[in-house]
C-alpha cells in the first residue's frame, strides 16, 4: 500500500537496543519504515474513529520500541504503556522512549490493567497464538479498551496463506505448513506450533481468514468494525476496531466457532498442492 501520510519530518528516536532481536544488520531502514508504517495506520484509525487525540496508548508487544518510538514522537503529550514479556524490551522504552514500563504475562488475564486505553495497538501478537488464546487476548484487548476507543491489531489471512501455498520460501520454515493449510482450508483458523517451542511455551504461526474474524466480533455488540486491511503492515492485515457500548443488537446470536480438528484425508486443491 502507498503511504497514508507524510511522517518523513517527525524527529524521531533512532536509538536501537543492544539486544533488538527485530532488527538485521543493514536492514536498519527497513526496521524503521515498519515502525512508521504502524503510524501511519494508528494515525488513520484516529481518522475513521474522529479520535484527534491518543492520551493513553498501549503498545503490546511493545518490542524494544520498533512502533513505539513513533507513537512518541508523534504523541509527546501521551502517557504510552510498553508491554512485553522481554523484560529487556519494556526496560528499554521506558529508559529511552519514557514509556511506563510493564511485564506482560504468557495468561493476558494476570495483567493489572483496568478499562483505561484509548488506543491499543498490538502488532504481530495474535498471529502466533492458537485459537484459545487469540480469543482469550481479544477478550483483555476489549476489556482494556476506554468507552471510544480504538484498538489496532494486525493478522495473518490471505497472503500469508498463498504465500505458504505456492512453496514461498524463507516464509514459515519452521512449521508443518501442510497441517496448516490444511486446517485453515477447512475451518479459516489455523495454528501450528513452531518446531522448537515446547508445549509450555506453545508459540508459532496462526492463520485467520476475514470471514472467521467476522463470526468472532459477533460475540462483541460493543464493537464495531471501522477497517480490514489486507496487507496493511507488510505481510500482515490490519483491523481497526472501536468500541462503544450497545451499538448493535445482538440479532444473530453468538455463533459457534469451528474448532481445530484432526488433519483428514486430502481433497480438492489442499489434496493436489501436499500430495
Given at each position: ?47 475513521l ?25 508523534h ?46 495497538w ?22 482494556w ?33 501442510p497441517?496448516?493449510l ?25 492463520l ?44 444473530l ?23
Amino acid at each position: 500500500m502507498p503511504a497514508l501520510y507524510d511522517f518523513s519530518g517527525l524527529p524521531v528516536d533512532r536509538t536501537l537496543a543492544p539486544k533488538d532481536g527485530m532488527v538485521s544488520p543493514g536492514l536498519e531502514e527497513q526496521y524503521f519504515d515498519l515502525g512508521r508504517r504502524a503510524l501511519e495506520l494508528i494515525h488513520f484509525s484516529g481518522q475513521l474513529c474522529d479520535k484527534p487525540h491518543y492520551p493513553d496508548i498501549l503498545d503490546l508487544p511493545c518490542g524494544h520500541g520498533r512502533v513505539l518510538r513513533w507513537l512518541r514522537a508523534h504523541y509527546g503529550y501521551a502517557k504510552i504503556t510498553a508491554c512485553d514479556l522481554e523484560r529487556d524490551g519494556v526496560d528499554f522504552c521506558a529508559r529511552q522512549f519514557g514509556a511506563l514500563p510493564v511485564y506482560s504475562e504468557p495468561d493476558l488475564r494476570k495483567l493489572p490493567f483496568a478499562s483505561q486505553f484509548d488506543l491499543i495497538w498490538v502488532g504481530s501478537l495474535v498471529t502466533h497464538l492458537n485459537q484459545e488464546r487469540w480469543l482469550r487476548t481479544l477478550d483483555c484487548l476489549i476489556k482494556w479498551t476506554r468507552e471510544c476507543g480504538v484498538i489496532v491489531f494486525s493478522t495473518q489471512g490471505r497472503t500469508v496463506s498463498s504465500l505458504l501455498a505456492r512453496g514461498r520460501r524463507n516464509v514459515a520454515e519452521n512449521i508443518d505448513k501442510p497441517a496448516l493449510l490444511e486446517e485453515y482450508a477447512r475451518t479459516g483458523f489455523a495454528y501450528q506450533r513452531y518446531f522448537e517451542s515446547t508445549p509450555e511455551e506453545d508459540y508459532g504461526l496462526s492463520l485467520t481468514s476475514p470471514e472467521w474474524l467476522m463470526r468472532v466480533l459477533q460475540r462483541y455488540p460493543d464493537v464495531i468494525m471501522r477497517a480490514y486491511l489486507e496487507e496493511a503492515w507488510g505481510m500482515q492485515d490490519v483491523v481497526i476496531l472501536y468500541k462503544k457500548a450497545g451499538h448493535y443488537e445482538p440479532i444473530l446470536g453468538v455463533p459457534e466457532l469451528p474448532l481445530p480438528a484432526a488433519p483428514g484425508k486430502k481433497s480438492g486443491w489442499l489434496g493436489r498442492l501436499l500430495g
